[in-house]
């Protein structure tokens, strides 16, 4: 294992000192490892959290600021945010207007989230909705969730409530928004490498040279299928398509098309890929109303990309283009 560390176990903490030192926008409370907006609570503002293992940067802490999220609570590497550390982000970011938890669909995340949300409840009546992303098409039940894995929509998610929560909505709103944005995205993901968790110290699954792995989950979970190396035409039609074929994206206002790094993929592949979705999509009747593209929930140093598609209305298309000044997400401020 090659990795720019000290010891395995200060990973995290280490590297929220350096995150922290190097983005003014938020700060850290180190002793809990939450994520905080720099000018969190607002008053009378709906507040927007999220959190999970860490491993997944930018997600979540690259998405605390202006316009996203007002806290994140990372794990340790893969690891889901204990409850305590989701309930102190859930105290100290309520302004009285209520607080959103985004979950990501997997198993520790869903019931440590539930389990803050009834301790906070119960101790300081801050009213609380969660959402829970379940946007991948490649399996529905896997090695870490009941269900369809969050990924790709969990970031586009993110952007459009906290959009809707800056301009003023009220949670019902805001959690509204968010299940809309849920039900109309869908994702899935491919691997060339596994990824190597620094506590283990080897890669998480073998992977020969010559294959890949079709839907893999972003912790190296199994994917639907292990198959020969392709070109990257193949590779997006097989993402692409099994999209497609789950959901409706013809008509409307178009869509958002996100492609997505893994931690191990230049960025002038995934442009590669971008341009076989481009077009893959207009022969398919879909129009790409918004983009992008670039590494913004990953795997470690996984070697892959993942596709997500999210159908689009005038709303939605609004909430995205509006104001965002985070560490991963920054325009129109």
């Given at each position: 294992?090659?990795?720019?560390?000290?010891?395995?176990?200060?990973?995290?903490?280490?590297?929220?000192?350096?995150?922290?030192?190097?983005?003014?926008?938020?700060?850290?409370?180190?002793s809990?490892?939450?994520?905080?907006?720099?000018?969190?609570?607002?008053?009378?503002?709906?507040?927007?959290?999220?959190?999970?293992?860490?491993?997944?940067?930018?997600?979540?802490?690259?998405?605390?600021?202006?316009?996203?999220?007002?806290?994140?609570?990372?794990?340790e590497?893969?690891?889901?945010?204990?409850?305590?550390?989701?309930?102190?982000?859930?105290?100290?970011?309520?302004?009285?207007?209520?607080?959103?938890?985004?979950?990501s669909?997997?198993?520790?995340?869903?019931?440590?989230?539930?389990?803050?949300?009834?301790f906070?409840?119960?101790?300081?009546?801050?009213?609380?909705?969660?959402?829970?992303?379940?946007?991948?098409?490649?399996?529905?039940?896997?090695?870490?969730?009941?269900?369809?894995?969050?990924?790709?929509?969990?970031?586009?998610?993110?952007?459009?409530?906290?959009?809707a929560?800056?301009?003023?909505?009220?949670?019902?709103e805001v959690?509204?928004?968010?299940?809309?944005?849920?039900?109309?995205?869908?994702?899935?993901?491919?691997?060339?490498?596994?990824?190597?968790?620094?506590?283990?110290?080897?890669?998480t699954?073998?992977?020969?040279?010559?294959?890949?792995?079709?839907?893999?989950?972003?912790?190296?979970?199994?994917?639907?299928?292990?198959?020969?190396?392709?070109?990257?035409?193949?590779?997006?039609?097989?993402?692409?398509?099994?999209?497609?074929?789950?959901?409706?994206?013809?008509?409307g206002?178009?869509?958002?098309?996100?492609?997505?790094?893994?931690?191990?993929t230049?960025?002038?592949?995934?442009?590669?890929?971008?341009?076989?979705?481009?077009?893959?999509?207009?022969?398919?009747?879909?129009?790409?109303?918004?983009?992008?593209?670039g590494?913004?929930?990953?795997?470690?140093d996984?070697?892959?990309?993942?596709?997500?598609?999210?159908?689009?209305?005038?709303?939605?298309?609004?909430?995205?283009d509006?104001?965002?000044?985070?560490?991963?997400?920054?325009?129109?401020?």
């Amino acid at each position: 294992m090659k990795k720019l560390i000290n010891a395995r176990e200060d990973v995290v903490a280490e590297s929220l000192r350096g995150f922290a030192a190097a983005h003014s926008e938020v700060r850290v409370d180190h002793s809990n490892k939450i994520i905080y907006r720099a000018e969190a609570p607002q008053a009378g503002k709906v507040a927007v959290i999220s959190g999970g293992g860490s491993g997944h940067e930018p997600l979540h802490g690259g998405f605390v600021g202006f316009g996203m999220l007002d806290a994140a609570c990372p794990g340790e590497v893969f690891t889901s945010p204990v409850p305590d550390q989701i309930l102190e982000a859930t105290k100290q970011v309520d302004a009285g207007a209520g607080v959103l938890h985004v979950i990501s669909n997997y198993t520790g995340d869903v019931m440590n989230f539930e389990m803050a949300a009834e301790f906070a409840a119960a101790e300081t009546g801050v009213e609380i909705a969660s959402v829970t992303t379940n946007d991948d098409v490649a399996v529905h039940d896997s090695t870490w969730t009941a269900g369809r894995r969050g990924v790709g929509v969990t970031v586009l998610l993110e952007k459009i409530a906290g959009a809707a929560a800056q301009s003023g909505r009220n949670l019902a709103e805001v959690a509204s928004v968010a299940q809309r944005v849920n039900e109309s995205g869908r994702s899935m993901g491919m691997a060339l490498t596994s990824c190597t968790v620094p506590a283990v110290g080897h890669p998480t699954f073998d992977l020969p040279d010559n294959y890949m792995e079709m839907g893999v989950g972003i912790h190296g979970e199994p994917g639907r299928s292990r198959l020969p190396l392709a070109p990257a035409k193949e590779i997006a039609a097989m993402l692409v398509e099994t999209i497609l074929a789950d959901l409706d994206f013809t008509g409307g206002d178009g869509v958002l098309a996100f492609v997505n790094g893994l931690g191990g993929t230049p960025l002038q592949e995934l442009y590669l890929m971008y341009n076989e979705v481009d077009q893959i999509l207009t022969k398919s009747g879909v129009t790409i109303a918004r983009s992008l593209v670039g590494s913004y929930i990953t795997s470690l140093d996984m070697a892959g990309c993942s596709v997500t598609l999210l159908k689009l209305d005038d709303e939605l298309l609004r909430l995205w283009d509006s104001p965002v000044r985070t560490p991963a997400l920054r325009w129109g401020v």
